[in-house]
């Protein structure tokens, strides 16, 4: 129990590190409808930047922002891969991965930097309190960028793509932009990660876009996605919540650290059944009232008669 209580506070802080992700993959998959497998290799690039640029004796605040920029670009080339050079969306993503893998190499020189005695954003704050703030004021910035014409714009094109063209919108604009920023959170994710951590390495990103989807499903099963402020709280909670799941699960006696990946799968597999068992349920219920509601009106009508 002593274990549990004391892994708590890392698992808060990881949620919340891992959160700023978890939106990245909200924009594309939610908003945009969007497959964007870029993560995967954005997050590493944010890491990369950040812990190159510190450890040739950058500001780490700096290194973070460039690292944020990063992830733009690398998102804006798959953004033009699909609507530029008309290349299916799930693929453009793959092969920005895959691309991805090779640069982030260059960036680094090496499969992996140390940041042990560098200093870092984490130097002098605490985890906990810059990543509450950071994460507030991220939710703040992006829920009004959403609610701007533009942000409409974003939000109409991952619904319905045709009529926003009909109307005049130029929906290839806004793709781009939203895989942008969407990866430009990814990467600024990534550039916090390897601070926390004291490293980054070129296999950190494998894995990304499952934990965002699993975040985003587990929100959206406990909170809800009424709203766009609903839903981007949603995300935010469920990183957190996914964290503190794998923290407890790790306490199991039979389950090792090298069990994380199988641990990711089993909470996606229940987050995405649990919501769709609802719905079924719900419908067979509302099935049967119906039917007895009108076998008690045939009922009636035939003693009437």
């Not at 699909?82 to 693929?91: A, D, E, F, M």
């Not at 079924?280 to 045939?298: G, N, T, V």
């Amino acid at each position: 129990m002593h274990a549990i209580i004391h892994s708590m506070p890392g698992a808060i802080e990881l949620g919340l590190l891992y959160a700023l992700m978890a939106l990245g993959v909200y924009i594309t998959f939610r908003i945009l409808d969007f497959p964007d497998l870029t993560v995967d290799g954005s997050f590493t690039t944010g890491g990369a930047i950040a812990a190159t640029m510190i450890a040739h004796g950058a500001s780490p605040w700096i290194a973070t922002i460039v690292a944020c920029l990063g992830g733009c670009a690398a998102g804006t080339v798959t953004g033009l891969l699909h609507t530029k050079g008309r290349i299916n969306g799930l693929l453009s993503g793959i092969l920005m991965m895959i691309a991805l893998y090779s640069i982030n190499l260059r960036i680094m020189g090496r499969p992996n930097i140390s940041l042990l005695g560098q200093d870092t954003i984490f130097s002098s704050l605490s985890i906990l309190t810059f990543m509450i703030v950071a994460v507030i004021l991220i939710l703040a910035l992006l829920n009004l960028f959403l609610k701007t014409d533009l942000g409409l714009a974003l939000r109409a094109t991952g619904d319905n793509a045709r009529m926003i063209r009909s109307f005049g919108a130029h929906t290839d604009n806004t793709i781009i932009l939203g895989i942008s920023l969407s990866n430009g959170l990814v990467a600024l994710s990534g550039a916090l990660v390897a601070q926390q951590a004291g490293y980054a390495d070129n296999s950190m990103g494998i894995g990304m876009i499952v934990i965002g989807l699993a975040s985003v499903i587990i929100g959206e099963a406990i909170l809800g996605a009424r709203t766009i402020l609903w839903a981007t709280l949603a995300a935010v909670l469920g990183s957190v919540v996914y964290r503190i799941v794998v923290a407890l699960a790790l306490q199991v006696d039979w389950l090792d650290a090298s069990d994380l990946k199988i641990i990711t799968a089993v909470i996606v597999i229940v987050a995405l059944i649990i919501p769709t068992a609802q719905r079924s349920w719900k419908q067979k219920h509302a099935a049967r009232k119906r039917s007895a509601e009108l076998a008690e009106m045939f009922a009636a009508v035939g003693g009437e008669r």
